[in-house]
Nanobody, 122 residues
Framework: QVQLVESGGGLVQAGGSLRLSCAAS????????MGWFRQAPGKEREFVAA????????SYKDSVKGRFTISRDNAKNTVYFQLNSLKPEDTAVYYC???????????????WGQGTQVTVSS
């Protein structure tokens, strides 16, 4: 089992930045691929970004490329998500997720956090 706890959400003006964190605990959590997903009001949850267990590979949703950056520090069992140039359409609950396989985490994640709210005002 892997437990995930997100933090760092909040209210920010358009063009601003936030850094989300996801603290992972549990057996071999540092060996898992990690991802960030989001769910806006009235919409389905969607994949946003993922990182392989050693940080060597990353993937992003097209609309966030160049603005958002996923990274990890396995010594701290923490994954970070730097959100820059935020837009009102980025408003959503952001969820951290973990899975054993990087190539499929965008469509199938085994472990989930509770989410953190990001609100971008115009």
């Amino acid at each position: 089992q892997v437990q995930l706890v997100e933090s760092g959400g909040g209210l920010v003006q358009a063009g601003g930045s936030l850094r989300l964190s996801c603290a992972a605990s549990g057996r071999a959590s540092s060996t898992y691929a990690m991802g960030w997903f989001r769910q806006a009001p009235g919409k389905e949850r969607e994949f946003v970004a993922a990182i392989s267990w050693n940080g060597g590979s990353t993937s992003y949703k097209d609309s966030v490329k160049g603005r958002f950056t996923i990274s990890r520090d396995n010594a701290k069992n923490t994954v970070y998500f730097q959100l820059n140039s935020l837009k009102p359409e980025d408003t959503a609950v952001y969820y951290c997720a973990a899975d054993s396989t990087f190539t499929t985490i965008s469509t199938r994640a085994r472990f989930w956090g509770q989410g953190t709210q990001v609100t971008v005002s115009s």
